[in-house]
């Protein structure tokens, strides 16, 4: 089955954990109204003002049939930039849109059922009729939620994981395609599709598609920020030695005594902890595609002043753009936040992930290596105080 209806119990058309022991980096999967009634909570105006900001990333696909070229444009746009791109076959699309608007945000809520770590971003792309950017390939997990109007798209039945491109366009366009499902989008229906499966929608009408990514980084991204990681704690005076030389037989060969020295140059590598293996990979995963800076502001509130605003009716806001996670230790837990790791409870770090506000009960619950932890993230900038609603 390729194929399902949502309902009322499972938006999937099935159990979550049908869906994921059956299609979860496994095979595609198309489902009707999953989302019934859906109604985007942005216009595709509203969209077009924010591509005109500083600040978010966005970009313009258009499509020359007549010459078979395509053509994109980065952003921020001008207002009068949109008149001029006419009533056929182009497409503006704006990244992490649940950081820039609160109630995108609300579209990640069914997902919980996947590590929260593992969502990147909701990704909206408006359309007019034509409108695509192409047969192309992800390398990682995507919801193509349909929220207006409607779009066909095409895919193939078996990943590709290293295709070739056409070498005319900087987009990764397919130099081959050849569809083998092809299916007409309504509002509230959903195209899951796993890593490496080629496809290719193209708007029916003006349509808005809201695509929720997984974060997936390579194993040479992660293998290089790894190496990196460790080379930061090395001292200096470790070097490549060799008090043991001996006289060589040809100065030009890296004989075998050479190779066992550098095996244990690199034998930091090799021992490297679990434990230092997590934390790693909880600050690793949390920079990971960040989308935009956290700092404080100019004219933010000193911490004990803070604490006297949280006293009286304050809140402390997370930034949207801030990422969470956080990894068990044998007798406590870190919590990983943009790049960095704070010793704390489980119970807190499960907490402080949870909850993107926190007003003065929440903080006086948290101990004190927590609340040490949210006064640095304070002075970061990834908390920020807002007043009483």
Known sequence: MIESTGSLQHFLGMPVERFLAEYWQKKPLLIRQAFPGFTPPLSPEDLAGLAC???????????????????????????SDFPK????????????????DADVAELLVPFSFLPRWRVDDVMISFAVEGGSVGPHIDQYDVFLVQAMGHRNWQIEAQPRHEPAFRPDSELKLLQEFTADHRWD??????????????????????????????????????????????????PEYRRYEDPDLKIAQDPYEIDAQAFARVEDALAVWQNASAAERRRWFGQFITRYRASGDVQAG??????????NAL???????RHPFARFAWSREPEQALLHVTGESYPVSPQD?????????????????????????????????????????
């Open 53 to 79: 900001e500083d600040g978010p990333l966005a970009r313009v696909v258009t499509y020359q049939r007549k010459k078979d070229t395509w053509t994109l444009k980065t952003g921020p746009f001008a207002e």
């Open 85 to 100: 791109l006419g009533h056929h076959d182009w497409t503006l699309l704006v990244q992490d849109m649940d950081k820039w």
């Open 185 to 234: 989008l309504a509002p509230g229906d959903v195209l899951y599709l796993p890593p490496g499966y080629a496809h290719h929608g193209v708007a029916l009408d003006h349509c808005m598609t809201f695509s929720v990514g997984m974060r997936a980084p390579s194993s040479a991204e992660m293998l290089v920020d790894f190496a990196e990681d460790l080379a930061q704690k090395l």
């Open 298 to 307: 100019p004219d933010q509130a000193s911490w004990p002043q803070a604490l």
């Open 311 to 317: 006293a009286t009716g304050h809140s402390l806001y």
């Open 349 to 389: 770090a499960a907490s402080l992930c949870r909850q993107t506000v926190l007003a003065v009960a929440d903080f006086n619950r948290l101990g004190t290596a927590a609340q040490h932890a949210v006064s640095a993230l304070y002075a970061q900038g990834v908390y920020q105080l807002a007043e009483p609603e």
